[in-house]
């Protein structure tokens, strides 16, 4: 059983910048691709940003893209991501998941490990 943990959500303004982060002490952590979501209030989880083992490899939704980075330090068992220029809609909680079957990212489904969690609101 692999426990992810999110921190660093917080209220924020417009155009303001945050960081998240997802640890674990899973020590295969190195091994898997990771991932963050988001759940706005009334819609579906959806993907933002992703990362392969070596952290060398990343891709964006077209939202946060140009915005937002999502890195890893493998020797920390943790990953992150930097938002910056938030924007209303970016609020949500964000949600850290693992994918302990590949070490490049595959789709949202493919993710078998989530944390629970961690709400950030952007005012306007």
């Known amino acids: 059983q692999v426990h992810l943990v999110e921190s660093g959500g917080r209220l924020v303004q417009a155009g303001g910048s945050l960081r998240l982060s997802c640890a674990t002490s899973?020590?295969?952590?190195?091994?898997?691709?990771m991932g963050w979501f988001r759940q706005a209030p009334g819609k579906e989880r959806e993907f933002v940003a992703a990362?392969?083992?070596?952290?060398?490899?990343?891709g964006y939704a077209d939202s946060v893209k140009g915005r937002f980075t999502i890195s890893r330090d493998n020797a920390k068992n943790t990953v992150y991501l930097q938002m910056n220029s938030l924007r209303p809609e970016d609020t949500g909680v964000y949600f850290c998941?693992?994918?302990?079957?590949?070490?490049?990212?595959?789709?949202?489904?493919?993710?078998?490990?989530w944390g629970k969690g961690t709400l950030v609101t952007v005012s306007s």
């Open positions: 998941a693992a994918d302990s079957y590949n070490a490049d990212y595959v789709s949202m489904d493919g993710m078998d490990y």
């Open positions: 899973e020590r295969t952590f190195s091994a898997y691709a």
């Open positions: 990362i392969n083992w070596s952290g060398y490899n990343t």
